[in-house]
């Protein structure tokens, strides 16, 4: 089995997704290429072949063009399986390639199980495991389900590629979106309020905590959806990605788009009534308690110093 894997650039550096498309490879027991459209002197980590586009002359987004390049790679390489992450950059192509080749397309894999992609149902409550009728099949992987065991420290054998494609998109550049509210990402301490805090009039109680630890509060996306805490708080997958010294989770199950946004925090404490809550798993310390016991007893404690 061969995969052809979808690397990203932004602004000239390679995006951290990358190392989970390598990820994926590893895990389907697949042997793999990399293709990336994006510049000589940021290339990522990689034992293997790059296909390299240059993102000067392409744009670091032109559909049309980068489909091209993609399929010529298709075209040498003739892979099993066509990986891009599951990011507006993925969305986009993916279904592009696909439908190209006729291919069947899986977007979110979680999980791959014997060859077959699993996807998740039902607000992740429920997985798909679905079997491609197609030879080929393009797959878009969900932000945080693939990590590496160890880091890759090989350096890429870079085939430049090129294509007299012409796009019907100029990319002009980035632009940063308006920032509204909070900046989770610059904060040493976070304490986010999960489903289990039980209503919008326990908030205060989680923010209280935050303060009392000097840090900000945030919160997981059911809390944000019932308008209980503005979205500027959200952490995970559709919210911020943070890596705080200290991320307290009051309520919250752990559930992957959660957790990939905030796995990466130094020390995790949870604060859960079931001791068998998957936060369990990344959690340093794993507090069995009723958060509307437990948090404003250790505020009370902090404050009075
Ligand atoms: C495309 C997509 C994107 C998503 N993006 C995000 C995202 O960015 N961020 C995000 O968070 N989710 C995201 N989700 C939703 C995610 O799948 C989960 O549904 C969500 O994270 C669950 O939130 P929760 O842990 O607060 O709630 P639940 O899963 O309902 O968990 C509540 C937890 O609280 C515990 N609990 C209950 N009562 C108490 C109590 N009194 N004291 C202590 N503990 C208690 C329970 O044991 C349980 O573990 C996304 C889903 C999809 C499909």
Same mark, same amino acid.
């Given at each position: ?5 979808i690397?990203e ?52 987004y ?22 891009f992450s599951?990011s507006s950059y993925g969305w986009d192509l ?49 932000? #945080? +389900? ?8 090989? *350096?890429?054998?870079?085939?430049? &590629?090129? %294509? !007299? ?88 199950? #752990? +559930? ?8 990466? *925090?130094?020390?995790?404490?949870? &604060?859960? %009534? !079931? ?31």
């Amino acid at each position: 089995m061969k995969a052809l894997l979808i690397a990203e650039s932004r602004e000239g550096k390679v995006l951290g997704s990358c190392s989970e498309l390598v990820a994926f490879a590893q895990k389907a027991g697949s042997d793999s290429v990399m293709f990336m459209v994006g510049t000589d002197s940021n290339l990522p980590a990689y034992d293997g072949t790059i296909y390299l586009a240059d993102a000067a002359k392409y744009g670091e987004y032109n559909p049309a063009v980068h489909k091209q390049l993609i399929l010529d790679v298709v075209t040498k390489e003739k892979p099993d399986m066509i990986v891009f992450s599951h990011s507006s950059y993925g969305w986009d192509l993916a279904p592009r390639v696909a439908f190209a080749l006729e291919a069947a397309q899986f977007s979110e894999v979680a999980d791959i199980v014997d060859g077959d992609p699993v996807v998740p149902a039902c607000n992740s409550k429920l997985r798909r495991r679905l079997k491609a009728k197609s030879t080929v099949k393009v797959l878009t992987l969900q932000a #945080g +389900a693939f990590s590496l065991a160890e880091p890759i420290t090989a *350096s890429p054998n870079v085939e430049k &590629i090129d %294509t !007299d494609t012409a796009g019907k998109v100029t990319f002009l550049g980035y632009e940063e979106a308006p920032k509204g509210g909070v900046d989770l990402g610059k904060a040493a301490i976070i304490v986010s309020a999960g489903r289990g805090v039980g209503g919008k009039d326990n908030i205060p109680m989680v923010a209280a905590l935050a303060k009392a630890l000097g840090g900000e509060y945030g919160a997981s996306r059911p809390v944000v959806d019932a308008e209980w805490v503005e979205h500027a708080r959200q952490v995970g997958t559709t919210g911020q990605t943070v890596s705080p010294k200290l991320y307290v989770a009051c309520g919250i199950s #752990g +559930a992957i788009q959660h957790l990939a946004g905030m796995k990466k *925090s130094e020390f995790i404490v949870a &604060i859960n %009534t !079931d001791k068998d809550a998957p936060i369990g798993e990344v959690a340093d310390v794993l507090v069995v308690a009723d958060v509307k016991q437990f948090l404003p007893a250790l505020t009370e404690r902090l404050q009075a110093g």
